[in-house]
């Protein structure tokens, strides 16, 4: 049986976001991720900008403020915790590893903005996290970024090998996330599950499945907050399949789960 992988708790401070609005808000940041921390999770990564298909651009300005309101809190109450940011903007990558962010998530694969890369040339410590993805936000789900030729997953790993090149970083510096939920049809994100060990070829991986609505689509629930089964079988499918690190809303459940798998297969 694999390594338990890592688990990155997944900490909104939108405001508005997909699956927790009612408990988003960047004031309640710091003492949610002590919370996930505490109930089993690994790292907790803060999100400042929803980047849901569909979602509302927000100005950097505005990230930033979500950021560091939640971030700071965090830092008075964990001082030596590790976290990471999820974010495509240069300088909420800044403000996240000068105050000791250990990995930065940007879904444009450094498309957004051509800073990001060199943000990390000050930071040896941190880890950028390619996510793929085509498009923005606000158009991902058009049907002319859904054509990936006959393999997806060969497509997507060519177009990660291409972000990693531009980045300059060293290999060792870079995990890869294949990207469920950004720019790929239901389908393909089957196709992707079925073929997640193809992903370890570019290195370390990253994967993101909680509460994703090809779940909602199979189990027919369009309630985010109710696919925490869907969730969490896919999750500890991915465990079993060797994944290196696991984004998900519900670390207890996760870290529950996988020592029964434990100590079922001693």
């Not at 962010?101 to 879904?107: E, M």
């Not at 040896?124 to 997806?152: I, N, W």
Request: with cysteine; net charge negative.
């Amino acid at each position: 049986m694999p390594d338990s992988p890592k688990i990155v708790a997944i900490v909104n401070v939108t405001g508005d976001s997909f699956s927790d609005s009612g408990d988003s808000a960047p004031e309640t940041g710091g003492e949610r991720a002590k919370s996930l921390l505490e109930s089993g999770a690994d790292i907790v990564e803060f999100g400042a900008e929803s980047t849901r298909p569909g979602a509302e651009v927000v100005p950097v300005e505005v990230e930033l403020v979500r950021l560091q309101t939640a971030v700071k809190a965090f830092r008075a109450l964990c001082p030596d915790a590790p976290f990471a940011v999820d974010t495509r903007n240069h300088l909420a990558a800044r403000f996240a590893l000068e105050n000791g962010a250990r990995y930065i998530s940007d879904i444009s694969m450094l498309r957004h903005d051509p800073v990001m890369a060199g943000e990390f040339a000050r930071f040896p410590e941190a880890k950028l996290v390619l996510c793929h993805s085509r498009g923005t936000p606000q158009d991902m789900c058009g049907e002319k970024f859904l054509d990936y030729g006959s393999d997806v997953v060969d497509t997507i790993c060519r177009e990660l090998e291409m972000a990693a090149k531009k980045s300059e970083l060293p290999r060792e510096r870079i995990i890869f996330d294949p990207g469920f939920g950004f720019a790929k049809s239901i389908q393909q994100q089957w196709t992707m599950l079925r073929n997640i060990k193809r992903f370890s070829a570019l290195g370390e991986v990253f994967v993101g499945v909680s509460r994703k609505s090809f779940l909602g689509a199979l189990i027919g629930e369009n309630s985010p907050a109710c696919r925490g089964a869907a969730t969490l079988a896919t999750e500890l499918y991915l465990a079993r399949c060797g994944v290196g690190y696991l984004r998900t809303h519900d670390p207890k459940a996760f870290r529950d789960a996988w020592r029964v798998e434990e100590e079922l297969t001693k």
